[in-house]
DNA sequence: GGCTGATAGTTAGGGAGCTAACTATTTTAT
DNA sequence: ATAAAATAGTTAGCTCCCTAACTATCAGCC
């Protein structure tokens, strides 16, 4: 989104024209993108690095669920979690495949249906990157201490609580 | 991102294995990206009623900015703000030229570089529907409180802090 | 049993943004 | 004065994700 805020000052000038405007609406707003944006490249970044995209991180995070059962998945349970389409979701199971880093097993009760499951690679490589991924997590939450931390969740989820429920326009 | 975030006692049970791993970190993190996904959903949802991508929204928004002076900029400047390469930019522009609502000028001053700026109905475009924006962003806010706003708002900074200052690694 | 409609997965094509390479100017340094 | 380096903008080609249309299979109903 807009690389540099507006300044507060700019906003309260321009609520004088517009009624509408709440000025600490639109900075909260505003912070809130630009700080994801901010996070989300460090995400990337880490990414990059292990040469996965998003939707390829999601994927053999989802795979990998520790508290989940078994370990596989059909595309479209995937697709659902990860919050992109089915047809999205073939596209990374394939590039993935072709990795070696997931298999696609047929399901013997639906020939509809597949499996698709993390191969030992795919373990190997998972739990390879994770412990990186956890201290880079850490390393950009570190500026906030515990409680601020919960802070910052109990606002989120209020935001969270009333989008999700969505507005019927 | 995860469209569903673990639970907080999978995450604790996952510490065991993973001393890197702290829960409130993943906690706080994976909600940020979460509510500013959903957030960011929203406003698409807005862009798409008057047709407008992302960057093109920016753009409007950034050559409209209320408390600056003339209201010309040059490709580079406005793809730094938007946090966009010039080469999008370019697209950008093409694409706003073509709807007639910014236009190109030459710089007297210097043959390579040019000037944007908004239409006559380009400005009316964006007057006509920046009324509608605040009141979007004013009901995504509208959770808060002015005291939580300024919670939040604070917390975010501290990231931001943190993060525009890239760790060296 | 055999339509009708739903469901799983895939394919084809499009939009948005990126990097890298290119052209045309301007600036800097010799 | 001119060669080298920097800068403004563009183009070409890539990735990622999307929607829409398609194939194959399954489930429900006559």
Redesign the interface.
Known sequence: ????L??Y??LL??AE??P???P??????M??????????S??RRFMDRISLS?GRF?VL??LN???EEGGARTPAELA????VTRATMTGLIDTLEKDGLVQREADPADRRALNVRLTPQGEAFVNGF??DW??Q????????G?K??????G??????????GV?PE
């Open positions: 989104m807009l690389k540099d507006p300044r000052e700019c000038e321009a024209q517009h509408e405007l709440e600490s609406a639109i900075e909260s707003y912070n809130l993108l630009r700080t994801a944006d901010l996070v989300f460090e995400q998003q999601t995070m989802l669920r520790c508290c659902e979690q990860a919050g994770l412990p956890f201290r997590v850490a390393s950009i939450m570190a500026p906030l515990e601020e931390r919960k802070q910052l969740v606002l989120l989820q209020k935001l969270q609580a009333s989008l999700s507005e």
